[in-house]
RNA sequence: GCCGCGGUGGUGAAAUUGGCAAACACGCUAGCUUCAGAAGCUAGUCCUCGCAAGGGGUUGGGAGUUCAAGUCUCCCCCGCGGCACCA
């Protein structure tokens, strides 16, 4: 008897395969195609745990697999090795992040070699080698150079303990994803990615990728595009003044450029008077020469608002300078260091900014000042605007300019700090007649102006305490959902709706975000959190929406190419005469569960048919009461009763009863209803048709938040919503989309990560690190803990910070902050194309002789980050013409998890840990892998216990297979309903399917069969080691070289099968009466169908005495149903 | 609330895509083997009525389409995952 000693055949094998280099992937092969099969490398933690092998061992079948069908397979590894774990350890333990990281890399390689892996080690990647992260720099550069980096004073969730900054995804229910601690919020000066330009096609490009639905859905969602309108609502009240404005345009523009015809005709419209100006010598501007110019020809009082865009705001400065008095100066983009990423523009405007600006003056002929910076100017660094609010004490309102720089036709914001005007985003347009008053998030810069505005606000102390304690509250605090809303009225102001001209008025609330749209929106009754505002804080709203219930589903849907039949008609919800209960109706053919309604007859009054009705199926004759529940309901369905598609306009009523006195009810009537009393509650659940729905609701006082025909919307009036929700945003304002996705904050104030390759110099502004220079290696510190100002560890290597400035050679400082380790994971399945690379990320040719990737394995985990920002990645480096492709890759799968023995989640405070490296001793690899392979499907994201039985049970399988190599006989063996060759197709169709763990039931099922006869032939051994060869790898190899063979079963081909065996010579057939199975019958293949029925009709002999064959069903090889009458 | 995935024996799960539901395993039961344990072998194991032959039922619940439904359609229930004061 043989004996599977499976530690030393593990041990022989993996030696061998190593010394031989078995797994060595070239980049090309002669007569193989190249496939990419990517499995998501570890994080070194330090220790393997099952998930790992589930993880690795399992996409190594299909590895093998497709090796031996004869592709030319990358499958790699690496480590992505930057991150916390190491650094708090290191911080705790007193060690060195990269000592910790490095001896867990080489713990967890020989545990990965001792699953049997086939992972080509010698492409092996790690993101903490300054090889990789050179890269990784060179990348980031890039994006920099292209505006796709920039750096912001950005709201962040910050982490208190770990004294890091965290990007959205990070943040778990407000705390800490990994410490648990609550996150607060901070403003600090953040390095960003404009993931957001990629908004579009990140959703876009989805469409034709190979992926399973759940995938895609969670990129679209998280994306969150959202399609709707921009609306402005222009202000009046204690905003209304006399000012009058000059609008002083930038260098190398005119009156007529940017958005300046605009503002002027919007101003304007608000019956301001807009004096505009060109200014000589545009292209090379002398402040001088511009403020004299302005002085001859201008009017500048003191009623007068300047409003400078750029150079135009130096101008406006120095204006002031000489003594003139204005109202008000906006400076928008406005230069003041005299940096600029363009060299052109310093040459001009620098000569103008060296006379320094006597700001004691300039304050003192203005009232208010306000600077407008765009946050992701590249003409003008943002840092401008932060410089000149200083100086000037004035308002700083951040703008999100529409064009950079603020150079688009319309730019909204601009016109806000102008006059003021309110844009809100709305996805439902078609309210907007109904639009009864403004909410504006508290962080809401038009009302930092207001109330920077003294005595504008009539109520300034109770808005400032509102915002107070809104912003005190925490992010969880504020989208509590279930709580009630708050909010404050801004008296003094009112807004004016651009649709019907009436003023409404304006509240702050802090369930308006600021971050998400316009940070306002109007409120209308047809939202159902508006409503329940207005209702608490007795503003007025209006409906303007008829509901519109369509039935799509079930007995009563509108059939098709129909014509539809309009009819009047009422409903009743009669309310008991003592008791809280209404009166349910089930309508029997359809079993349609509502209310009472019936049709209005020419000449009938609608109540006066609804008394009829109520008579007519109720019998109740005594009404106290009768009152229309607000307006037409619309009904479309199909009527059973009628026969035709029904377009019902119901008027809903509540009707109150007298008492119960009620007349005999007909039979007809009685056949068609079922009637009950029945409580609210039941009720609710009873209603099952949308109309009645509708009319229930409005008698509960909720709002209608669905779709609908417009009354009272001008001539809008009569649109379906979906009709007018395009026409009355485009009327009214502007088609916008809107996304939750925001901007990718990759700085982290942490050590073990990337250090930033920007150095910072006073003169030059923010300079990328030459290419030369790179990589921008980690310094050594004494500590890592954080600095905790928000600084990272790395401002204590004071020796590396302090540098020269690459373009002026003056003294520098390098970028203390670090990359997020997100950043390092978005491009390492590039460099597995040609890890050694010195002189680029990696050989273009070699790149696309892999890229996209084939197929990625990857845990759910990393459905919506690791994917979004590596495709993000991607997509800039395509556009910057560095790689072929704009989708990295092409099938993604999610892997399932695998639980503890008792179905929970293994964690070790349970004690539910399966330790892989004890498994594998005890029983060896080969089961473990095929164990983890049997367990379910891999192609499905679901959770399975791990079960120490099961394992046990793979053990004697294999144990099986082995003493199975005694029973191979030199000679013919002739097969066993060709199972060897069904065989071959199963495992084969099944391991593409990622179906493991069918083919190795079907490996089962063919020893099974093996074990029965008690012999195998030599040459159907060899074919079955060659199918179990992925699964176990060991041990096949073990085998295969026992049988004779001198190189590697890893070498040798997968086996093909001869689809003519797979067809059986006879087959059962199931015969069936009625369509139930009452017998069998062996019949043989290809038959004929009549043939076939005579057997089959032969075998329920019995059953068919007397009876008559109605019909005969044949489904040649499979069965014949006989049909009886009745 | 919205989006997605799922619900089949005691357990993990199969089911040529509408054609004999429960393959393959685990577990369990009985027997054989063994000093004993472990392992192995043989038989049985969806439920139910029946000594048996055999009958009836069954894929979360209900309705429908069909000769035939785990699979298709509709309504409802439950579980899991993600997102969420998103305008």
Sequence with gaps: MKSYDHKSIEKKWRNKWEKDGLYKTPDSAKGRENFYLLTEFPYPSGNLH???????????????????????????????????PAENAAIKNKVNPRNWTESNIEYMKGQIKSMGTSFDWSREVQTIDPDYYRWTQWMFLQFFKNNLAYRKDTPVNWCPKDKTVLANEQVVDGKCERCDTEVVQKQMLQWNLKITNYADRLIDDLEPLDWPKEIKDSQRNWIGRSEGAEIDF?????????????????????????????????????????????????NEPNDKEQADYVEK?????????????????????????????????????????????DKKVRKSVTAALKKRFDFETIKKNAK?????????????????????????????????????????????????MCAPTIRVFTTRADTLYGGTYLVLAPEHPWVQLALAHKGLLENEDEVVRYIDTSSKKTEIERQAVEKEKTGVKLKGVRAINPA?????????????????????????????????????????????????????????????????????????????????????????????????????????????????????EAGFTNIKNVRQLGSVIHSRFWSVKYNRNTNSHYLPFL?????????????????????????????????????????????????????????????????????????????????????????????????????????????????????????????????YLPEGSGKSPLAKATKWVKVKCPQCKG???????????????????????????????????????????????????????????????????????????????????????????????MSKSRGNVVDPDEVVARLGADTVRMYLAFIGPYNEVSSFPWNPDGVAGIRRFLERVVRLSECVVNEEVPENESILHKTIKKVGDDIQALKFNTAISQLMISVNH???????????????????????????????????????????????????????????????????????????????SIAQEAEAQKSVQDRLIGKKIARTVVVPGRLVNFVLEE
């Design 50 to 84: 099952v998930g790992h092998w589930y993880a690795f061992a399992l996409p190594d079948i299909r590895a093998r697999f497709e090796s031996m069908r004869g592709k030319n397979v990358l499958f790699p590894i690496g480590f992505d090795a930057f991150g916390l």
């Design 234 to 282: 222009p202000l009046v009240g204690n905003v209304k003044d006399d000012s009058r404005f000059l609008l002083l345009h930038g260098r190398e523009s005119t009156s007529a450029g940017e958005y300046q015809p605009w503002l002027k005709a919007e101003l304007e419209k608000r019956g301001y008077e807009v004096e505009v100006v060109d200014l000589p010598n545009p």
């Design 297 to 341: 020809h201008c009017k500048l009082d003191e009623r007068t608002v300047v409003v400078g865009h750029s150079f135009g705001g130096v101008v406006a400065l120095r204006l002031l300078e000489r003594g003139h008095k204005v109202r008000r100066v906006v400076l928008v983009s406005t230069p003041y260091s005299g940096r600029f990423l």
């Design 368 to 416: 208010t000042f306000m600077v407008v910076p765009d946050a992701k100017d590249p003409v003008v660094p943002a840092s401008d605007g932060e410089a000149l609010r200083k100086e000037l004490g004035a308002m700083y309102m951040p703008g999100k300019a529409n064009s950079s720089h603020f150079t688009a036709d319309i730019e909204q914001d601009v016109l806000m």
């Design 500 to 616: 019907t001209g009436k003023e409404i008025p304006i509240w702050v609330a802090d369930f308006v975000i600021g971050s998400y749209g316009t940070g306002a929106v109007f409120a209308d009754a047809h939202d159902e959190r508006d409503y329940a505002f207005a209702k608490k804080y007795g503003i007025p709203f209006k409906e303007t929406l008829e509901p519109v219930a369509t039935k799509t589903t079930g007995a009563d849907a509108l059939k098709p190419n129909m014509p539809l039949i309009d009819r009047q008609a009422a409903m009743a919800i009669v309310r008991h005469p003592t008791e809280d209960k209404y009166l349910g109706v089930t309508y029997k053919p359809t079993s349609v569960k509502g209310f009472i309604s019936g049709g209005i007859e020419d000449n009938e009054k609608p109540e006066e048919a609804l008394k009829r009705e109520i008579r007519e």
């Design 655 to 783: 009707v109150e009863l007298e008492d119960l006195a009620r007349e005999e009810v007909s039979a007809a009537e009685k056949a068609e209803h079922d009637m009950e009393w029945m409580s609210p509650t039941e009720l609710e659940t009873f209603i099952n048709r949308d109309d009645w729905r509708a009319a229930w609701n409005r008698l509960q006082g909720r709002a209608y938040a669905g779709k609908g025909i417009l009354f009272d919307s001008g001539e809008f009036s009569g649109l379906t919503s979906d009709e007018a929700i395009p026409k009355i945003g485009a009327k009214f304002g502007r088609i916008v989309k809107q996304y939750h996705l925001r901007d990718w904050i990759v700085s982290r104030q942490r050590y073990w990560g990337v250090p930033i390759p920007i150095i910072h110099c006073a003169k030059c502004g923010m300079v990328a690190v030459p290419d030369k220079d790179l990589p921008v290696k980690l310094p050594e510190v004494k500590d």
């Design 811 to 905: 003294p520098a400082e390098r970028e203390t902050d670090t990359l997020d380790t997100f950043v390092d994971s978005s491009w390492y399945f590039l460099r597995y194309s040609d890890p050694k690379n010195k002189k680029k990320f990696a050989d273009r040719k070699k790149m696309d002789a892999w890229m996209p990737v084939d197929l990625y394995s990857g845990g759910a985990e990393h459905t919506t980050m690791h994917v979004l920002y590596s495709r993000f990645w991607q997509k800039a480096l395509f556009d910057l013409g560095l790689v072929k492709d704009s989708e990295p890759y092409k099938r993604r799968m999610n892997r399932s998890l695998i639980l503890g023995p008792d179905g929970q989640k």
């Design 1010 to 1088: 093996i074990e029965k006869r008690g012999k195998i032939a030599e040459s159907q051994w060899d074919v079955f080691l060659r199918l179990l060869a992925p699964f176990a790898p060991f041990v096949s190899e073990e085998l295969w070289y026992d049988a004779g063979h001198k190189t590697s079963l890893y070498s040798a081909e997968w086996p093909a099968y001869d689809a003519e065996r797979l067809v059986d010579e006879k087959v059962t057939i199931a015969v069936q009466i009625n369509g139930k199975t009452r017998g069998t019958a062996l019949i043989d293949v290809g038959i004929d």
